[in-house]
């Protein structure tokens, strides 16, 4: 099996080139928004020529879409470790920091102001990621639905709720305050706060 | 004064050319997005010379932000029409239609998807559209909250509310439920579905 040997370091030195090129993108994003990403830039960027950048990625929407995943999948491993740092909190905490992730307004954040804003764009023009975000989306409401009816349970939010409803106002909240946060409309401080007056309306009155 | 008999109907004319500019870029933009719009394209859809436009707007952002201002001046009309309309009903009532209009979730509506976030776009990359976004953010709390604190002085809205902070969080909620409808992540009836639970919330319990 001299063949498998080979295959896979090679494999595994494909997938680290395109994680490699993937936050090359995403350098050339934060300056200038996705939609102004080109094949040939990510390629200077990450030091390669852009036919070997073409080797591991056909078209611009292929690197898009992997660059999408990868930035999604860390995102989702940074609010699983949250949550498991969390392990003995009550579903309330779980959830309030599971939304305040969903609200990044620290400078970090504000460079992000063109990756969020163009991403958008991006999907509402390709069908690949659009259908991706629309996923997102959907997974991000489920996770909140849950949590959401694991609180009524446990007594900590008003149990005549409904969590479905409820998970889908928290995403649409956090997705328009977050673009009101990166008009320069909210200040961080406020962005914040307002998610609470929004979080504390579902508590269960003691 | 002769030149000013000659000045009235020429500076009528040039009103009129900005207008029907600003109304060829909309009908451009509804097809590739606002970020796609080039002044050529424009006259083109126009049917005027570039160095014509060029003649009404020196360049593209000049032309952008009378563009967006003339939209906002007609949706501002239509609001205005509406609330006149409404003028015996109570402040919630008028409330709940000016909220709905924020909510635009109708087949036109679909069609101006692009638009919509590619003004977002637009708006993070040129300072004069961002100020101006800005703006018309802050002027949309300020009508909100009156109608607000409106509805509170008669009885139909929970007097413990802070007017500045509910109208915030209808702005975030009506951009973020329209960014998931654009996006196909929620269909017209769960949109307008979810702000009405948002809005009964607010209501007196009688």
Redesign the interface.
Known sequence: MYWYGEWVPRRVDHDERRTGIARALWRVAEAK?L?RVSLREVAAEAGMSLGRLQHYFGTREDMMVFAVEFMNKRNVERVAERMLAMGGQDPLTRLRAIVMEMLPVDARAQAG??IN??F??E???SEPL?EY??KR??ALRGLLEGQIALAMRAGRLDPRL?PE?EA??L??????????F?????TAE?TV??ME??LA?LNTPV
């Open positions: 928004g939609d102001s063109l804003v163009s958008l764009l999907a509402a023009r659009g975000a629309r989306a959907l409904d409803a889908a106002l995403v649409g909240l956090a997705d328009g305050l977050r673009a009101g990166h008009l320069g409309a909210l406020r706060e307002l007056i929004h309306r």
